[in-house]
Each structure stands twice: as structure tokens, then as C-alpha cells.
């Protein structure tokens, strides 16, 4: 099998090949266990080839990043990269857990 890289987005190493057969058909996909961001394919080899195939994400990120921090992007400017990441994750586990308890209601 095919190593897999890093996270793309949030850097973990804890990254981790799946099959399943949700839906009445089987599928497998690569997750990372730290941030959740996932491919899924028709194979083992083409979910592997999906996540280790990289573009150039970084203005991707750095817009994503503005947005969930809501300032343009001067928190990155301020904290550096990784900071913004980490901080992003939770901002959006900590909505994730708003929204849920919000619908509970």
C-alpha cells in the first residue's frame, strides 16, 4: 500500500484509509482523523491517489482561513499559518457543537 502524506489542510499525520459499504455499495475513502477533511473513491489505490495528488492550496486556505476568522486574513498575518489552522478547527467544532445543541431544542 501507498503511504499516505499529511493532511493538506491541517497537517496531521493521523491520516487513515477506510472501506465501507454505506449506501448499498462499497467505497473507499482517506480521513484525517484530526480535522475530518476526506476524498472517497471506487478503490483503495484511487482514494490513496486522490489524497496524495496536490495542488497548490494555499490561496484556497488563506481565503477559507479569512473567512471562518471573519478579518480578511490579518489573524494569519498576526498568529502565522499554523496557529490559524489549529484556531480555525476549533472555531468550527465549537459552531458544529452550537448548531447541534441549537437543534436539540
Not at 501507498?2 to 493521523?14: A, V
Not at 496524495?52 to 494555499?58: E, I
Request: hydrophobic share 30%; charged share 25%; glycine share 6%.
Amino acid at each position: 500500500m501507498t503511504e499516505l502524506k499529511p493532511c493538506p489542510f491541517c497537517g496531521s499525520h493521523d491520516v487513515k484509509h477506510y472501506t465501507t459499504g454505506d449506501y448499498g455499495f462499497p467505497f473507499d475513502y482517506v480521513r484525517c482523523r484530526d480535522c475530518s477533511v476526506s476524498v472517497r473513491e471506487n478503490s483503495e489505490q484511487a482514494a490513496t491517489t486522490a489524497w496524495n495528488t496536490r495542488t497548490d492550496t494555499k490561496p484556497q486556505l488563506m481565503d477559507l482561513l479569512a473567512i471562518i476568522h471573519r478579518d480578511g486574513g490579518h489573524y494569519v498575518a498576526e498568529h502565522g499559518l499554523e496557529k490559524a489552522q489549529q484556531d480555525a478547527i476549533k472555531i468550527i467544532y465549537e459552531l458544529r457543537e452550537t448548531m447541534y445543541e441549537n437543534n436539540q431544542d
